[in-house]
């Protein structure tokens, strides 16, 4: 059968649609207002006020609700498969475990059970990180005892560059409590639990090494192959090798970050004992970073001494002398105007040659 009328102002629709339903559930329309019919939903041989009132009242509720049934909500198969996982296996995994990691187990090609973040992709390896003891403690190192960003970094085995941007961050933050800036502390804590930590006894103890810090970065000029001949009577040592990639190149012993650990080793072999090879390694550090520093000043004075400054109320404008000869046939020099900004590559324009047309001819000095 046909439900009533949608709108509720059509009254005369409705007392039809209610006098046709009389006949068959012995109901009856009693009145109408504010533009509705209120039938009767009880027999008028036992029809009272009270249940006139709550019947309305249900009428309403009947009214306001739709005359189809909801469909279900669609939900995928793998959704569906994932909701069952959580409140299975993945129960444990919701909330994270005090001071350990909690990945999800996997087997590896041996059959032994491994924890990963991501089982699907096997060359990825959650590393350690250095908690806020160790951060302190580089801190104090350097900047309170004043020993050299290589000296630290030699005691406790992390990498140069790590330890230099902790001493930073490491300013900031103290600078940032000096102001009663707020910190991220909470923050910080979590993302600490949640993650394998490293930290350290102390300087002057024994420490396991944190990361390998006398790494060699691979240069430009060694990805490509070469054949050199050279005698089988002569000596090629690492400066020849060097030489034969690039006339400017250093050797292997002098690109390394950490030049005076090599030394101090050789001392060692050549019978010196360990303190004396100790204390030939910090002066050699310690020279390396002075003269690193004033490098840098020396660089940092001239650059100041090209540029002419102009203060005005809100700004300062700064000039220097420009050659355009310095960007180069191609124009991507690194003296070239915004050359740290990038520049377009264009691959994909069309009618541009994109094969080689010569291969040139490389001389060895």
Not at 9 to 34: H, I, M, P
Not at 137 to 161: F, P, Y
Not at 290 to 305: C, G, I, K, L
């Amino acid at each position: 059968m046909a439900g009533p009328p949608r709108s509720r102002d059509t009254v005369s629709g409705f007392l039809d649609f209610a006098s046709r339903r009389n006949k068959k559930f012995g109901v009856r329309v009693v009145g109408v207002k504010e533009g509705i019919a209120y039938p009767a939903l009880l027999p008028s041989s036992c029809q009272d006020r009270t249940n006139l009132i709550s019947s309305r009242f249900s009428l309403r509720a009947q009214l306001s609700q739709p005359w189809t049934t909801q469909s279900r909500t669609y939900m995928a198969r793998h959704r569906r498969d994932f909701i069952k996982w959580t409140r299975g296996p993945g129960k444990l995994l919701k909330e994270p475990r005090p001071d350990q990691t909690n990945y999800l187990e996997t087997k590896d090609s041996k059959g032994n059970m491994l924890k990963r973040p991501f089982p699907l992709n096997p060359e990825f390896k959650s590393e350690a990180v250095l908690d806020d003891k160790a951060r302190e403690m580089i801190w104090e190192e350097v900047m309170r005892k004043g020993k050299t960003i290589k000296q630290v970094s030699a005691e406790l085995g992390v990498d140069i560059t790590r330890v230099a941007a902790i001493v930073r961050l490491k300013e900031v933050e103290k600078d940032w409590i000096s102001k009663g800036k707020k910190l991220a502390t909470p923050y910080c804590k979590a993302i600490l639990s949640m993650v394998p930590t490293k930290s350290f006894k102390s300087a002057e103890q024994q420490n396991v090494p944190f990361e390998p810090i006398n790494e060699l970065h691979i240069h430009a000029s060694t990805m490509k192959q070469i054949f050199w001949p050279t005698s089988e009577s002569r000596h090629f040592t690492r400066a020849d090798a060097a030489k034969a990639f690039h006339k400017d190149m250093l050797p292997a012993d002098e690109r390394v970050p950490h030049p005076e650990l090599l030394q101090m080793e050789k001392s060692l072999l050549e019978g010196k004992s360990v303190w004396e090879a100790k204390a030939e390694f910090m002066d050699a550090a310690e020279k390396s970073e002075r003269n690193a520093a004033e490098r840098q000043m020396r660089r940092a004075m001239a650059e100041d001494s090209a540029t002419r400054k102009f203060n005005t109320e809100r700004f300062e404008f700064r000039f220097k002398e420009f050659n355009s000869e310095d960007v180069g046939r191609d124009g991507r020099r690194k003296k070239a105007v915004g050359w740290k900004y990038g520049m377009p590559s264009y691959d994909r324009m069309k009618g541009a040659i994109k094969i080689p047309t010569k291969v040139p001819q490389i001389g060895w000095s």
